[in-house]
């Protein structure tokens, strides 16, 4: 049943009526009584008999005889319920999308013709928390764990073809990589290798995740791939259809409305197509004789799922790809300390250019901080744009050739402070941080909206601001004002460019709106490395790092003229890693360190959030592992707080059951305050 609630993440048995019979299969939408309320549920086993020794009721309704919910992804939903301490209800919700009646009616598109031999029709699936299956009037439906499916086979369950094979003859880019032709000859033999890749400055990674679908489909298998948000997709979107043609795969987004996402996902679960494509959406997709499943970008925040159990596309899509015996592929222009894991436990093969390879195809990357710069100019410690940064930016703009400039806030001074004593500028209201948003404009609080125009700094008394940081327009303005008769362009939240066109220009964007230019940046500047560098955040360094290669990465290879100046200290370990662009270096570093402080991935953190006393009931409910700290409590947001648990990886099962056991007895009792559980939340200060 569709009631969330830890107490009930169980299955139910219900009898099937007769009349209900025909079309009470697994994995269709019913509706149950429950508690004297009609509910919405699952279907999820028919059997000849229940266990359960009382009364049993009757299904009330088929809502729609179309089984959407597949065997794989029900048992995928339940491990990740179990995973994250959450309830198979909440992750059905993320994994099938509402129903849209109309798209249901539509004409189907006749499927393609099988590969090899048919899928066979395994045994029915069970579903969801609290789902709904019964014992019957005629066989019986149970709600119990559903038969597993054949692991070597995902998806046999589902009697769904796969579309012909392509032929898949050049591994084409990825032979820059030594492991990349044998990885791409695997896919395609039906094998599953599984890989983390490092992708060269200037690669075509659409293209090359293209490739790997095409072998895999080569191989008679379907695959999904989620990338971080629309841009991403839409040039893998370009990218598959130029390989394999229209109509072989579609796109899952949450963006894309009701009705063409429930098509999207229809098409995929009658086995229409064999690949599915989209941002975190996707990574329950349904798709038969699953293969492959590939994640680009893999550090990208968009992936963590804001809704509970809060499940991060990574993880999920590993978690599927041992349940289903799939192939998988992590990649992006970084390597995150979860991928460095995979790598270091053997559980994938890191996929890497060799030197000469990078030298030729990476920029000559330079750094302001170090002795030499220092001694040339001495104000580049200090300088938001040292000479060098301006001298690159000046000759390769007097070249012919576009610059980009990356800043990390957007807006005209997202932060200022009183001029006099530098004290941060806060709203008298409700402390919130004042910001400019124009030249012109009065100091307005970023949090409540509140306009304070007749600002006094409380420490002393001064009336005037300064920038505390400069956001991309006050950027764009600044450096507009330096090379007269550029054309410059801002890309950010308020406008994203996709490409620009080659010559003489400034682009201003903010991390992740980078656009394309037409052959190539002559130059990237990056600016306000602090503002990254300096987060309260774990992740602080490696998310710096990311930010800097993925825009490095869109400049012209060093022998060709591209050059990157970034205006940090030469010494610390991002630069490095970006100036030897080496992300295993670095990921191989940070995952050192959180060993030894340890921080995930190293071992397993959940974080228990909520008023002081409802976290204190919780954990005094959970009968926690032997081996479990509890640190804090540490102050959260809207008053409440924060404690960590935190156990050794080999304990993470015992940990989430733990927890989600706690809750369940809350629950029960109806404790009024409720409290969030994340297991291994990308924020843990």
Same mark, same amino acid.
């Given at each position: 049943? /569709?009631?969330?609630?830890?107490?009930?993440?169980?299955?139910?048995?219900?009898?099937?009526?007769?009349?209900?019979?025909?079309?009470?299969?697994?994995?269709?939408?019913?509706?149950?009584?429950?508690?004297?309320? %009609?509910?919405?549920?699952?279907?999820?086993?028919? &059997?000849?008999?229940?266990?359960?020794?009382?009364?049993?009721? =009757?299904?009330?309704?088929?809502?729609?005889?179309?089984?959407?919910?597949?065997?794989?992804?029900?048992?995928?939903?339940?491990?990740?319920?179990?995973?994250?301490?959450?309830?198979?209800?909440?992750?059905?919700?993320?994994?099938?999308? +509402?129903?849209? #009646?109309?798209?249901?009616?539509?004409?189907?598109?006749?499927?393609?013709?099988?590969?090899?031999?048919?899928?066979?029709?395994?045994?029915?699936?069970?579903?969801?928390?609290?789902?709904?299956?019964? +014992?019957?009037?005629?066989?019986?439906?149970? #709600?119990?764990?559903?038969?597993?499916?054949?692991?070597?086979?995902?998806?046999?369950?589902?009697?769904?073809?796969?579309?012909?094979?392509?032929?898949?003859?050049?591994?084409?880019?990825?032979?820059? =990589?030594?492991?990349?032709?044998?990885?791409?000859?695997?896919?395609?033999?039906?094998?599953?290798?599984?890989?983390?890749?490092?992708?060269?400055?200037?690669?075509?990674?659409?293209?090359?995740?293209?490739? @790997?679908?095409?072998?895999?489909?080569?191989?008679?298998?379907?695959?999904?791939?989620?990338?971080?948000?629309?841009?991403?997709?839409?040039?893998?979107?370009?990218?598959?259809?130029?390989?394999?043609?229209?109509?072989?795969?579609?796109?899952?987004?949450?963006?894309?409305?009701?009705?063409?996402?429930?098509?999207?996902?229809?098409?995929?679960?009658?086995?229409?197509?064999?690949?599915?494509?989209?941002?975190?959406?996707?990574?329950?997709?349904?798709? #038969?004789?699953?293969?492959?499943?590939?994640?680009?970008? /893999?550090?990208?925040?968009?992936?963590?799922?804001?809704?509970?159990? =809060?499940?991060?596309?990574?993880?999920?899509?590993?978690?599927?790809?041992?349940?289903?015996?799939?192939?998988?592929?992590?990649?992006?222009?970084?390597?995150?300390?979860?991928?460095?894991?995979?790598?270091?436990?053997?559980?994938?093969?890191?996929?890497?250019?060799?030197?000469?390879?990078?030298?030729?195809?990476?920029?000559?990357?330079?750094?302001?901080?170090?002795?030499?710069?220092?001694?040339?100019?001495?104000?580049?410690?200090?300088?938001?744009?040292?000479?060098? @940064?301006?001298?690159?930016?000046?000759?390769?703009?007097?070249?012919?050739?576009?610059?980009?400039?990356?800043?990390?806030?957007?807006?005209?001074?997202?932060?200022?402070?009183?001029?006099?004593?530098?004290?941060?500028?806060?709203?008298?209201?409700?402390? *919130?941080?004042?910001? %400019?948003?124009?030249?012109?404009?009065?100091?307005?609080?970023?949090?409540?909206?509140?306009?304070?125009?007749?600002?006094?700094?409380?420490?002393?008394?001064?009336?005037? %601001?300064?920038?505390?940081?400069?956001?991309?327009?006050?950027?764009?303005?600044?450096?507009?004002?330096?090379?007269?008769?550029?054309?410059?362009?801002?890309?950010?939240?308020?406008?994203?460019?996709?490409?620009?066109?080659? *010559?003489?220009?400034?682009?201003?964007?903010?991390?992740?709106?980078?656009?394309?230019?037409?052959?190539?940046?002559?130059? &990237?500047?990056?600016?306000?490395?602090?503002?990254?560098?300096?987060?309260?955040?774990?992740?602080?360094?490696?998310?710096?790092?990311?930010?800097? %290669?993925?825009?490095?990465?869109?400049?012209?290879? @060093?022998?060709?003229?591209?050059?990157?100046?970034?205006?940090? /200290?030469?010494?610390?370990?991002?630069?490095?890693?970006?100036?030897?662009?080496?992300?295993?270096?670095?990921?191989?570093?940070?995952?050192?360190?959180?060993?030894?402080?340890?921080?995930?991935?190293?071992?397993?953190?959940?974080?228990?959030?909520?008023? #002081?006393?409802?976290?204190?009931?919780?954990?005094?409910?959970?009968?926690?592992?032997?081996?479990?700290?509890?640190?804090?409590?540490?102050?959260?947001?809207?008053?409440?707080?924060?404690? $960590?648990?935190?156990? +050794?990886?080999?304990?993470?099962?015992?940990?989430?059951?733990?927890?989600?056991?706690?809750?369940?007895?809350?629950?029960?009792?109806?404790?009024?305050?409720?409290?969030? $559980?994340?297991?291994?939340?990308?924020?843990?200060?």
């Amino acid at each position: 049943m /569709d009631v969330p609630l830890p107490h009930l993440d169980r299955p139910f048995d219900y009898l099937v009526p007769a009349g209900l019979a025909a079309d009470a299969v697994p994995g269709v939408r019913v509706k149950v009584r429950f508690a004297g309320q %009609l509910v919405d549920g699952w279907l999820l086993e028919r &059997v000849d008999a229940s266990t359960h020794g009382g009364r049993l009721a =009757y299904l009330e309704k088929v809502v729609s005889a179309e089984p959407v919910l597949a065997a794989e992804v029900l048992r995928l939903a339940r491990a990740v319920a179990d995973r994250y301490a959450g309830n198979l209800a909440d992750v059905l919700r993320l994994a099938v999308p +509402p129903r849209h #009646a109309r798209v249901e009616k539509e004409p189907r598109a006749t499927p393609a013709p099988a590969v090899g031999p048919p899928a066979s029709v395994g045994p029915p699936a069970s579903v969801g928390p609290p789902a709904a299956a019964a +014992p019957a009037a005629g066989p019986s439906a149970t #709600a119990d764990p559903p038969a597993a499916a054949d692991p070597a086979v995902p998806g046999a369950g589902d009697g769904i073809g796969v579309p012909p094979r392509p032929v898949v003859t050049d591994p084409r880019g990825w032979r820059d =990589y030594p492991a990349g032709p044998a990885y791409l000859a695997a896919l395609a033999d039906g094998r599953t290798p599984r890989a983390v890749w490092s992708a060269l400055a200037g690669e075509d990674w659409a293209a090359r995740y293209a490739d @790997a679908v095409a072998a895999t489909l080569a191989g008679g298998r379907g695959a999904v791939v989620v990338v971080a948000d629309a841009r991403d997709l839409d040039r893998l979107d370009a990218a598959l259809t130029a390989l394999l043609g229209p109509g072989r795969h579609v796109t899952l987004s949450a963006a894309l409305g009701p009705a063409r996402r429930y098509r999207a996902f229809l098409a995929a679960r009658r086995g229409d197509v064999p690949v599915v494509i989209g941002t975190r959406a996707a990574m329950f997709a349904p798709v #038969a004789r699953l293969g492959l499943v590939a994640i680009w970008d /893999d550090g990208d925040d968009l992936h963590a799922e804001p809704r509970a159990p =809060y499940p991060h596309a990574r993880e999920v899509l590993l978690t599927r790809a041992r349940l289903s015996g799939a192939a998988a592929l992590v990649g992006g222009w970084t390597r995150t300390a979860e991928g460095q894991l995979l790598v270091e436990t053997g559980w994938a093969r890191e996929v890497v250019a060799d030197r000469a390879t990078l030298r030729a195809r990476t920029p000559a990357i330079a750094p302001t901080g170090d002795d030499p710069q220092l001694a040339r100019d001495p104000g580049a410690a200090t300088a938001r744009l040292p000479s060098l @940064a301006w001298t690159t930016a000046r000759d390769t703009l007097r070249a012919d050739a576009p610059v980009l400039v990356q800043v990390p806030r957007r807006g005209y001074l997202p932060s200022v402070s009183c001029a006099d004593c530098r004290t941060p500028a806060r709203c008298p209201h409700c402390s *919130g941080p004042l910001a %400019l948003r124009a030249a012109d404009a009065p100091p307005a609080c970023r949090w409540c909206g509140r306009v304070v125009a007749a600002y006094a700094c409380p420490q002393c008394g001064g009336r005037r %601001l300064r920038a505390a940081v400069t956001g991309a327009r006050r950027t764009a303005e600044e450096l507009g004002r330096a090379f007269p008769g550029v054309p410059v362009r801002t890309s950010g939240r308020d406008e994203v460019l996709t490409d620009v066109p080659a *010559g003489a220009g400034l682009v201003i964007a903010t991390p992740g709106a980078e656009p394309v230019a037409e052959g190539g940046y002559g130059a &990237v500047l990056l600016l306000d490395s602090w503002a990254l560098l300096t987060r309260a955040d774990l992740r602080a360094g490696e998310e710096t790092l990311r930010r800097w %290669l993925s825009a490095a990465a869109l400049a012209r290879p @060093a022998p060709a003229g591209g050059k990157v100046v970034v205006v940090a /200290d030469g010494a610390l370990a991002p630069v490095q890693a970006l100036l030897r662009w080496d992300p295993g270096w670095f990921a191989a570093r940070e995952l050192a360190e959180r060993r030894e402080l340890g921080f995930p991935p190293a071992v397993r953190m959940a974080s228990v959030t909520g008023d #002081a006393d409802a976290v204190a009931d919780l954990l005094a409910q959970a009968r926690l592992p032997d081996e479990a700290e509890v640190l804090g409590p540490v102050p959260a947001d809207q008053d409440r707080e924060r404690m $960590l648990v935190r156990v +050794p990886r080999s304990r993470a099962a015992a940990l989430a059951e733990a927890l989600h056991v706690a809750a369940g007895v809350r629950s029960a009792r109806r404790a009024a305050e409720p409290v969030r $559980l994340q297991v291994d939340p990308l924020s843990l200060f």
